[in-house]
């Protein structure tokens, strides 16, 4: 078993990248390669979680490749103390990665909501 972990820290990416604002970012790939272009397609997707950037404190990726496809994994935890664990599997990286984002998004606002709420 292949495992390669990119963490963020060890980059060199600009310090006003959208990545810099979320206190802990790590991807980690499972028999997959991380590349540059899946790496940078995280970073682009990245701006949707940008509104609750104070509220998140680690966002952890996994991104496994299984023989017909892949499965992406994410876990968040929020400063106020809850966590979350989300996944999604798809024939397409990039198109998981979208999905992923989507649920990923819906999930931070309702949490978000939430906590305001209280």
Known sequence: MVNKSVNRKKNNESKDHVSDRFM??????????????????????????????????????????????????????????????IHVSGFEIYESIDKLFDKLELKVKKEKNKVQQR
Do not use: C, M, P
């Not at 028999?31 to 940078?40: A, G, L, W, Y």
């Not at 490749?65 to 106020?80: C, D, P, R, S, V």
């Open 24 to 85: 802990n970012l790590e991807l980690t790939g499972v028999h997959q390669d991380i590349t540059d272009d899946i790496r940078n397609y995280f970073n682009k997707k990245l701006h949707r979680l940008e509104f609750a950037a104070g509220y998140l404190i680690d966002l952890l990726f996994k991104v496994i490749k299984e023989k017909h496809g892949y499965k992406l994994e994410a876990t968040i935890n929020f400063q106020w103390g809850s966590s979350a664990y």
